[in-house]
């Protein structure tokens, strides 16, 4: 089967896939744009072709123009408003006992899903913890690898402050999850292009569109480190063969509005 078709009728022969196709796969055969000698090992199925063309005139074989939804350009914010979003999201650590509904956890994911990865490999899997008394599980779970830690690592201890969120542990305060009602892990096999940076990059659209959605979220370092490495939770993880687990970010409804963005370091720039 040809990797892509064009719609001879719509195709308007002006070059555009051929000029932005990331792998060079497209070339003008005649009229018409075709695939290149040996595209089919070498597309990365990031679809740039289908999104690209303004008259909808190709077709991926995985990826057919009518399931592409167009860009709605009224939809887009402008740049004051994206550049508030960017500066007005806040890590939140205090959330409210409600609840956040199954739509909403799953409106998230699929939002974060459309985060660029490397090679368009899309590694990311997903593990959304909905179940409060199971985050309050996790966190006990890292509680024990901080105690770990402690008792194997002193100076890296001291270094990641555990003894203070042990010790909120056992004085009922929970500094890993922080009482939040969900958590969102996400997780890829160790083996593939670049699994950290896409599980980063992924959770950090999660964040912003947690805040878009006036949510709050806050990445959970601790629960990230310990589920990458620490035996028990691995294994209470259950992931696919292969898997590490590459961050993870607390959910729910903010208990507290912000209403200032905090001075940040001035950015520390070469210019050559
Ligand atoms: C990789 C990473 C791990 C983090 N881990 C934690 C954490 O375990 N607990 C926590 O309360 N905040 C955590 N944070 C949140 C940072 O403390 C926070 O981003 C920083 O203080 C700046 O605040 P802001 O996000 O509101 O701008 C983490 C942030 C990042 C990027």
Redesign the pocket.
Known sequence: MAIFTVDADKCARDGICVAECPGGLIEMKGELPAPVEGAESLCINCGHCVAVCPRGALSLATMPAEECPPVQNELLPGPDQVEHLLLSR??I?SYKDEVVDWGTLARLVDIARHAPSGHNTQPVHWLVVEDRDEVKRLSGLVIDWMRHVQAQNPGLARSLHLDRVVRSWENGKDRVC?DAPHVILTHAAKSGIGPQAACTIALTYLELAAFSLGLGA?????LGAAAASFPPLVATLDLPEGHQVFGAMLVGYPRYPYHRVPVRNKPVITWR
Do not use: K, T, V
Request: charged content about 35%; aromatic content about 22%.
């Open positions: 806040r890590s650590r922080r806050c990445w959970a370092g601790y």
